[in-house]
């Protein structure tokens, strides 16, 4: 898609933040200015345009984004004489034009809909007075993959295969900021699939807030596992996907991940609680004891795959009961990563309106004593690695030593290794190399080299 645009020779930088469904729609957008002739820059001094992608999931990301913005009036204005600052992502869904009173310096809002509309939304305001806000965040059917994209990876790719989310648990903004579920068409996802393939993409991942239930709103019944092993069949050499809802995960797409030798042995399933009444109390349509059967029988599908999980510490109603149950639910299931997180009252949810059971500082201790947990599993995780040759995807060199590279292990660990002798460190991004594992931590592996470049 090419615009006429006034737009052209404006440089741009884009700030995100949130999930990868941010880091996605940040592509786009990045797509949709290149399109428009304009230049990214890697610094806001240089910037015509700012555009922060924002997320709402947790209070402190509201802040953050408040600091960032008033950050902006304290750097140099641009060789143009004028920088726009655009808000889009999920805070720009939630706030429309309120957020000028926060922030007076906001030219544009977009929301998670409209990035097609940010290059018109920014010529007007180039052309208007300054103070002058635009925004917009309508509905506009269909999906940002239809897009130009500016891919940060030449070898991995996102693809999202649905938006929005139903499942409405009690605690969460994303379905008020990201609409209802809509599945894209299998056949156009193959599609985009087959491109990056010929493109030379090594890994996809499949995004959703829920891709368990991929094909329901579509088709009438969920059709991820046939969507699994159709984008296997397209000879990528790696695919994940992300959000997996206990609820919606069956017998067809465990079959389809333990056949489709693309798939790789890791699995993100968020737990949440282990306490079936706080688990009730967040709406999530499930138990601890199906969830623990669930993760039996993941593993005697798939030997070996890796566990990860996001639990909230501090639920209105969760008690120090509940809390030990969630103890007790990681220790049994040995998660081999987690993501731990404090509940963040988030306005105009259900739970919002629910009274705290437990202090401040009783929620912070227990969050302490979880962290701890997690950390040591996950050290024990990756001790049983220790010996053992991991295929990695090479990433890049490490920011904090050039003599380093980083990738990630099919079970997802990022590994470090020393650039092999004789070896042009660029030449290896994107190749998958065998490295053996020489070193253990919580958070990462080190290892050498064994073999040559695939
Ligand atoms: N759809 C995904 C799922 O259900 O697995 C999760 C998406 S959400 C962006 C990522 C994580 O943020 C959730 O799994 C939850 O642990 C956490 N989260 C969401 N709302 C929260 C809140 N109000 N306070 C604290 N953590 C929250
Ligand atoms: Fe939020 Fe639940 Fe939807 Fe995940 S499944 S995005 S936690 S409402
Ligand atoms: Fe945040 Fe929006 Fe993702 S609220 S977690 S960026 S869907």
New binding site residues.
């Given amino acids: 898609m090419a615009y006429d645009s006034q737009l052209a020779g404006k440089t741009y930088l884009v700030q995100t933040f949130g ?1 990868q469904m941010n880091l996605h729609d940040s592509e786009r957008v990045r797509g949709v200015l290149d399109a428009s002739g304009c230049l990214e820059v890697a610094d806001a001094a240089e910037a015509d345009i700012v555009v922060f992608m924002t997320c709402c ?2 209070e402190g990301a509201d802040t953050r984004l408040y600091g960032h913005i008033s950050e902006m009036i304290s750097t140099p204005i641009p060789p143009c004489g004028r920088r726009l600052v655009a808000v889009g992502g999920c805070i720009a869904q939630r706030d429309g034009d309120t957020i000028k009173s926060h922030i007076p310096n906001v030219d544009v809002v977009f929301g998670t809909q409209s990035i097609s509309m940010l290059p018109e939304l920014l010529e007007t305001s180039f052309a208007s007075r300054r103070g002058a806000l635009q925004v917009d965040v309508s509905e506009h059917p269909g999906f940002s993959t239809d897009l130009p994209s500016h891919r940060e990876l030449s070898y991995s790719a996102w693809v999202p295969i649905m938006t929005g ?1 139903n499942n409405f ?1 009690s ?2 903004i ?1 379905p008020y900021v990201r609409g209802r579920e809509h599945s894209r068409d299998i056949e156009d996802v193959i599609c985009e699939c087959e491109h990056l393939v010929a493109d030379g993409v090594r890994q996809i991942t499949l995004l959703g ?2 891709v368990n239930s991929y094909g329901r709103d579509t088709y009438g019944e969920p059709r991820f596992a046939e969507l699994l092993r159709r984008v296997g069949e397209t000879g990528v050499d790696r695919i994940r996907f992300t ?1 997996s ?1 206990p609820k919606d995960l069956n017998v067809e797409t465990i079959s389809a991940m333990a056949e489709t030798p693309a798939v790789m042995p890791q699995l993100h399933l ?1 737990v ?1 609680s282990g306490s079936d009444r706080v688990l009730r109390d967040m709406n999530r349509h499930y138990t601890a004891s199906r969830y623990l059967d669930l993760t039996r029988r993941i593993r005697a599908a798939v030997p070996g795959i890796a566990l990860g999980t ?1 639990i ?1 510490v501090g639920f209105p109603t969760e008690t120090e009961e509940d809390f030990q149950d969630t103890m007790d639910l990681v220790r049994e299931v040995s998660f081999d990563s987690a993501f731990t ?4 009252r ?1 306005s105009g949810t259900p739970a919002a309106t629910m009274p705290d059971v437990s202090s401040r500082e009783q929620i912070s201790k227990r969050f302490d004593r979880l962290k701890n947990l997690v950390e040591d599993l996950s050290f024990e995780s990756n001790q049983r690695d220790l010996g053992t040759t991991a295929e990695v995807l090479v990433e890049g060199r490490s920011k904090r030593d050039k003599d380093v590279m980083v990738g990630h292990s099919r079970k997802n660990q990022t590994l470090h290794f020393p650039v092999p002798n004789g070896v042009e460190a660029d030449a290896l991004v994107g190749h998958l190399l065998d490295v053996k594992v020489r070193e253990a931590r919580s958070w990462y592996l080190r290892g050498v080299v064994d073999g040559d470049p695939r």
Avoid at 341 to 344: E, K, L, N
């Fill in positions: 999930c999931v947790r989310c648990c605690y969460c994303v807030q829920n959000s809802h968020a949440q996001d909230i997180f404090i509940y963040s988030r």
